[in-house]
Every structure is written in structure tokens, then in C-alpha cells.
């Protein structure tokens, strides 16, 4: 039930968000976008998931203003499950306003933003009511929007849609997180490294996002999760695919470079050894199960929450990347990136890529 009742928000979504008034063009000789979702920006309190990463993504935000990139927030932007929108504003209001200075604009030249199930107030009148009343100029042309349209191929959305306490009874969800699960944050001093996620519902969740995706033949880009996944690929997929690569090319390589891959080899196998760990030795699901590697049609951005740093995803130009910001020395990495060409070309055809893409030699080579 679940799972149809997520089609259908998908479609009634995408329909809306690719009318001519709604599209947002995408130019793949010039355009310039970076995509954030999850940060729960909080009160500041133990209970606020985003704290710890509010200097690092205020770093990010620096780099991609100076590049010239424009920003996409993708939904649960504020925490308002747990707080009331002007206490968050009055502490993170500095980033706030860096958000809707980068933020895409629609013909009529308003910010857009969109929202998932933890900031889905933004959406009601009432939110309207208490913007009205602000002297805060900046958010007076905030145009808030469930989904958005880069050309017609690629569908941003942040993925809440379907599930019952998610999207129906949020209410009740956000009453229940208010009022009880706050306050064993911070009688504890727990969850502040990040939310705990149900392995299971999670996959089921993602397996549901990338069968609408094939189906629809349509690149889609959603939060919600917390896990980042490039080209339908995970964390996990991507270093057994690499790894695989490494291996082959230590077989061609002369006797002077083979220690120094075989090495490369050993660390990969031990990042794969570490996500294993954290899953209690459980791999994660796959998107296909007659093909080892899935159509690469779903993308997800992870989120601003980590405890090690912050992911997002990049389309620069021609060329989509999964990119790690490190919280340990604010640098930015690239996990994986992509020829998007090249990728929607498979996604129509339904017919799977290595996206490890992950310019895997770089790595290896002085």
C-alpha cells in the first residue's frame, strides 16, 4: 500500500513540477547546482542533529557561491517537528540567508526551496501568516515547492511521500518527536551524532524509489534516507566495483606499481570491512536482482546530520558527483562522478553503468 500510494505522490509531483510555468531549465554547457537536504537545523540544544556540522556547511556554502554554483535544498531543511521555525531562525539565520542568496529562482525571480515531512509546515497558511509579520525581507520571496523538474529527465523530490506517518499523519509523527523523543535527547544527551535509521524500512524505501525511477525512465534525486547513493550504486557498491577495477589493473601493470595498488587494494577492502561493521555484517540490499549492476537512476544526496561530515550532490556542467565534505579538515572529496549524457542514455535504455566513476586512477596513480 505503501508503495502505490508513493507512485501516485511521485506522479501527481512530477506532473506538476515539469508544467512549462514550474520547469526549472537545465543547460549542460553552463548550468551549476549543488544539492543539500537533511540538515534538522535545530535549537542549538543536544538534541540539534545539525550543530556540529553548522561551520562546515557554512564552508561548503562559500565554496559554491564563489564557483558561482546555485543551491537546491531538498527538504527537512529546518527541524520543526521539535521547534518552532523563529527560535531556529534566530540562531541559524545567518546561514539561512546565505541558503536563499544561492538559491535557484523560478521565472518570476522567487527563491525556491523545497520541503519534506520534518519541515512540511513551511507549506501550510499559517507559515505564510508568520512570514508576513517578519521584518526578515529575505524570506518574503521564498516560494516553497514538494518537487522540482531540472529540464525533464531529472526529478528532485525528498521522498517522505507515501509513507503513512510521514506524509499523512506527519502531525502525529511530530507530535510524538516533540513532545517525547526531544526530551530523551536531552535528558540523555543522545541522537546528536545523527539520526538512527531502520535498515530495512530504509532499503524497502530506496528499492520503491528506484523501480519508480526506471519505470518512469527519469534520473531522480531525493533525501530523506540519509544514506548517499550514486547511480543506484551505495557506499558499498561503489568500493566493490572499485576495488574489482584495481585489481584488474594491477594484472597489467608493471612489478614496480603492483605493491604500491596491492596497497590500495587492502585500504578499500578495509573501508568495505568498516560500512560491513557498522550494518552488524549485513550487506545491503540490491536495486536489481538479475543484474549485477542497476540502471543508474536513483540518486540520493545523504545529508548535513553525519557525524563525520555532510554530503551533497553536484551537477556541474555536463558532469553529476556524489561529494563528501570531511568534518576533520573541512576538505571537500568526490565519492563518485558521472557523464549525465552518458547516464540519462542508460536510464532510457533501462541498461546498467559502472557509476563507481570515481576517476578510480587518480588514486593510485603519482
Request: hydrophobic residues 35%; positive net charge; contains cysteine.
Amino acid at each position: 500500500m505503501s508503495r502505490r500510494r508513493m507512485n501516485r505522490k511521485f506522479n501527481q509531483i512530477y506532473r506538476n513540477a515539469k508544467k512549462p510555468e514550474n520547469l526549472i531549465p537545465l543547460s549542460l554547457e553552463r548550468d551549476l547546482f549543488v544539492i543539500f537536504s537533511d540538515h534538522h537545523k535545530g535549537d542549538s540544544s543536544a538534541a540539534d542533529d545539525f550543530k556540529k556540522n553548522a561551520s562546515l556547511y557554512e564552508t561548503a556554502l562559500s565554496f559554491y557561491k564563489e564557483k558561482g554554483f546555485k543551491l537546491i535544498v531538498l527538504g527537512d531543511n529546518e527541524e520543526l517537528w521539535e521547534n518552532r521555525y523563529g527560535k531556529i531562525l534566530s540562531i541559524y539565520r545567518n546561514l539561512i540567508e546565505k541558503e536563499i542568496e544561492l538559491a535557484i529562482t523560478n521565472p518570476h525571480q522567487e527563491k525556491i526551496r523545497v520541503w519534506g515531512n520534518h519541515d512540511k509546515e513551511v507549506s501550510l497558511p499559517r507559515f505564510k501568516r508568520f512570514i508576513k509579520k517578519q521584518d526578515n525581507i529575505f524570506l518574503k520571496n521564498v516560494l516553497h515547492r514538494e518537487g522540482l523538474c531540472l529540464g525533464e529527465d531529472i526529478f528532485l523530490v525528498h521522498g517522505h511521500q507515501g509513507r503513512f506517518f510521514d506524509d499523512v499523519a506527519w502531525r502525529i509523527s511530530r507530535w510524538a518527536v516533540q513532545f517525547l523523543w526531544k526530551s530523551i535527547q536531552r535528558l540523555f544527551n543522545i541522537g546528536i551524532d545523527g539520526p538512527s535509521e531502520n535498515i530495512d524500512i530504509r532499503e524497502d524505501l530506496e528499492l520503491n524509489y528506484y523501480q519508480w525511477a526506471k519505470q518512469k525512465k527519469l534520473m531522480l534525486v531525493c533525501g530523506h534516507t540519509h544514506r548517499a547513493i550514486f547511480g543506484s550504486l551505495t557506499h558499498l557498491d561503489q568500493h566493490q566495483i572499485e576495488m574489482r577495477h584495481m585489481e584488474k589493473i594491477m594484472e597489467q601493470s608493471p612489478h614496480d606499481r603492483k605493491e604500491k595498488i596491492e596497497k590500495e587494494i587492502e585500504k578499500i577492502k578495509a573501508e568495505k570491512e568498516e560500512i560491513l561493521v557498522r550494518r552488524g555484517g549485513r550487506p545491503p540490499k540490491s536495486f536489481e536482482k538479475s543484474s549485477e549492476t542497476p540502471v543508474p537512476c536513483y540518486f540520493n544526496d545523504g545529508c548535513c546530520c553525519y557525524t563525520n561530515g555532510i554530503t551533497c550532490i553536484e551537477i556541474d556542467k555536463g558532469t553529476i558527483r556524489l561529494v563528501k565534505w570531511q568534518r576533520q579538515d573541512a576538505q571537500r572529496e568526490i565519492f563518485a562522478e558521472g557523464a549525465i549524457p552518458q547516464i540519462l542514455a542508460s536510464i532510457k535504455e533501462s541498461r546498467p553503468i559502472d557509476c563507481a566513476l570515481k576517476a578510480k586512477e587518480k588514486r593510485i596513480l603519482p
